[in-house]
């Protein structure tokens, strides 16, 4: 009886354990799941870990912009099929980072994956799966059950290889990392460059749009766009202030900080954070 009564006592923890187990997995799921946002008629944003999807419906297909990580690859379907009976057709990478374009390993199996030709030769530099099959230069368009979706390369700035894709019957662009909800990361080890995001906003801001995905965070306006570019001009003029008056580069993470400038108050090692030493050689080269 005693043996009975603790092998009752084993399974009941086992059993406990185990459901433990699968309350904490899903939780952990929940935390982790992506959602679906309507953006306009025919055009929806997917949030959630990683960059923001854009899926544009069309009467023939659907085209992303950008897919997130590998392991999203079946949630992102699931997603897309809640909005469309029909399959992937195209993929736009905005440029090269992981959690923009590590679902091309799933995505290069059934649609074909498009990407400006040094958001390319950055994902074959470092070693990334499934880099797209067709490249563009300055401009490409995919022309779907009557829907236009254009891929523009206005020029240097989160990375080298940035593409904004405009979407003109809906005024909308999504411009991957060149837009950041919280603060930019200038990628300087793909060709990132401060001086030249600034001019590729102003191209940006160029185009005919009054909504905007950006990379990571909400939908932005016009007036959030212009704020962003000021901002990036702002910082820069304070780092070049900053050298003119004898700040070394080790200083300089710290001396950046301003309280009226977002961006330098981000979490230390994050996003602008990350930036600073590269800004601070770019910056240097400049006022020399």
Not at 85 to 105: E, Q
Not at 139 to 168: S, W
Request: no cysteine; net charge negative; hydrophobic share 40%.
């Amino acid at each position: 009886m005693k043996r009975n009564t603790q092998l009752r006592v084993i399974a009941h923890l086992r059993w406990m354990m185990a459901v433990l187990l699968l309350v904490v997995t899903s939780v952990g799921s929940a935390q982790n799941a992506l959602t679906l946002e309507r953006v306009k008629d025919g055009l929806y944003m997917i949030v959630g870990s990683g960059g923001n999807v854009g899926v544009r419906v069309t009467s023939e297909g659907a085209i992303l912009i950008d897919d997130k990580f590998p392991q999203n690859f079946d949630e992102i379907q699931s997603l897309v099929a809640s909005v469309s009976p029909l399959p992937v057709k195209y993929v736009i990478n905005t440029h090269n980072h992981g959690d923009h374009s590590g679902g091309n390993g799933g995505y290069i199996k059934i649609a074909e994956i498009i990407a400006h030709q040094n958001a390319r030769d950055n994902m074959i530099r470092g070693n990334q799966d499934a880099p797209p099959r067709v490249v563009f230069t300055d401009q490409t368009a995919v022309y779907l059950g009557g829907v236009e979706v254009r891929a523009l390369y206005l020029g240097t700035g989160h990375t080298n290889g940035d593409a904004v894709v405009y979407f003109p019957d809906l005024k909308t662009v999504h411009t991957g990392d060149l837009l950041h909800g919280t603060a930019p990361y200038i990628d300087y080890g793909n060709g990132g460059s401060s001086r030249g995001w600034v001019g590729t906003m102003n191209g940006v801001l160029a185009l005919d749009w009054d909504t905007a995905i950006p990379g990571h965070g909400a939908l932005m306006s016009r007036r959030d766009v212009v704020g962003f570019r000021n901002q990036m001009e702002s910082v820069r003029a304070r780092m070049a202030e900053l050298i003119r008056g004898g700040l070394v580069r080790d200083d300089a993470v710290a001396a950046i900080k301003e309280s009226s400038l977002s961006w330098t108050q981000a979490e230390e090692g994050l996003f602008m954070a990350r930036s600073i030493p590269g800004l601070y050689d770019e910056i240097a080269a400049e006022v020399e």
